[in-house]
């Protein structure tokens, strides 16, 4: 018998295998609460000594469930599942980074990332250098400080679609002692697995590509195992301090270097920020990822497709598809994601914003609405909707101009999709 399966055989059957006589698929624990014989049983799981289940805002069996298949399929130790994406890279980053400390981050992340690290956790004193994607390793070198907790990134970026290096991201981390987080949403694992070029943590939006046909919003965080917090104890005290909170558990003694992480995250921050997946929603994750490997060849396909023929037409100004041969980041496309990148496409259209919100209101069969990654085709203008809170300056520094659209590829034939395309371009002038 193998040791490890392939990716695909992980999105079928990883995270859960069923003991005779019992539910073939995921049972859906719909129950906020779980029945033990004596307090004293009970008194072990809050003490962390005992493995189980007490309260659904900190753990379900459903949830673990599909948290332990997305951990197989990333290659990591441990993972979670929270209520959103925005959760998973909020508790990411606030499980070793609190008032007073910094962190580095590129500057082309998703608008709602990037508001979350440059407003909100601002007031919570929390402060972010940001740099953009192509960053040098001296200009990396430069953004760090004595207080600088983690490194943050995307794989590929929401919406510009630039490919972060994460091999040089992850060496520079670890120079100065401190974690990569990447946000792996647009790959997923079937095109890259970070752990595997240095990342040190995982987040996704499971409500894209793994979700697959927006029935859920949720997300999840994965721990490689590998980042060693006891040897760089000063900078982690609430990993390698004892937690007053928690009965004076020191995390990264107990648990080790494979579940400190995720343990914390989840006996605190999910403890005290509640910020849970649903077991239903769990559920209809893993019906997702059980064809994730299916769907992702054909998004990739279908953006492959609309990106080179946008590419030859006199109306759009700039294409952005970083699986197009003569891309920037075709080399590193090439290393770190060669079996494809994702469906998402970004475009400028001649004309600027007037332009792009005319091609917009014609389009027909893809959809204006504010996802991504599905299996039905959308389009968003970014300016105007999930960036609107940015100013000229940033929307530049994050590679978003008013001309630009988010057009995500979803399974229809690609032949329609680029009719739909050339259809509204017409009535661009």
Not at 171 to 180: D, F, R, T
Not at 207 to 235: L, N, P, R
Not at 297 to 315: F, I
Request: one cysteine or more; glycine letters at 8%.
């Amino acid at each position: 018998m193998k040791k490890d399966f392939n990716i695909e055989t992980k999105c079928v059957q990883a995270g859960y295998t069923p003991e005779n006589g019992e539910p073939r698929q995921i049972p859906i624990i719909q129950s906020t609460t779980f029945k033990y014989a004596t307090s004293e049983d009970m008194g072990k799981l809050f003490d962390l000594e005992a493995e189980g289940y007490f309260y659904t805002r900190l753990q379900n069996p459903t949830s673990d469930r599909v948290a332990a298949k997305i951990c197989a399929l990333e290659g990591g130790t441990a993972a979670m599942l929270t209520s959103s994406g925005q959760a998973a890279n909020f508790f990411s980053v606030f499980n070793i980074a609190s008032a007073g400390d910094h962190v580095v981050a590129s500057s082309a992340l998703y608008g709602g990332t990037y508001n979350l690290f440059a407003v909100t956790m601002k007031r919570m004193n929390i402060d972010f250098t940001f740099l953009p994607p192509t960053a040098t390793r001296e200009e990396l070198n430069e953004a760090f400080r004595d207080n600088t907790k983690a490194v943050f990134g995307e794989t590929i970026t929401n919406p510009s679609l630039d490919v972060l290096d994460i091999p040089l991201w992850a060496e520079v981390a670890h120079e100065h002692g401190v974690p990569l987080i990447i946000d792996n949403t647009f790959a997923t694992p079937v095109n890259c697995r970070p752990f595997e070029w240095g990342a040190d943590i995982v987040t996704h939006s499971t409500t894209k590509y793994m979700d697959g046909h927006g029935t859920q919003v949720g997300g999840c965080i994965v721990d490689s195992g590998k980042f060693d917090w006891m040897a760089h104890a000063d900078k982690f005290p609430g990993l390698c301090t004892p937690d007053e909170s928690y009965h004076g558990i020191t995390y990264a003694e107990k648990f080790g270097i494979e579940g400190a992480y995720i343990t914390k995250a989840t006996a605190q921050l999910m403890r005290d920020f509640g910020a849970t997946a649903a077991p239903q929603n769990a559920f209809l994750l893993n019906m997702g990822l059980e064809s994730l490997h299916v769907r992702m060849k054909k998004h990739c396909e279908n953006g492959m497709a609309v990106a080179e023929y946008l590419k030859g037409h006199d109306k759009i100004s700039r294409v952005n598809y970083p699986g197009l041969p003569d891309s920037k980041y075709a080399e590193l496309v090439k290393k770190m994601l060669p079996n494809g990148t994702c469906g998402v496409v970004s475009f400028g259209i001649r004309g600027g914003r007037e332009a792009a919100e005319t091609f917009m209101k014609n389009l027909k069969l893809a959809a204006i609405e504010t996802h991504v990654a599905d299996a039905r085709t959308c389009c968003l203008h970014p300016a105007n909707t999930t960036h609107r809170q940015m100013n000229e300056a940033e929307l530049e520094a994050a590679g978003i101009g008013p001309d630009l659209i988010r057009f995500s590829c979803g399974l229809e034939a690609a032949e329609d999709l680029i009719a739909d395309i050339e259809q509204a371009l017409e009535y661009v002038k």
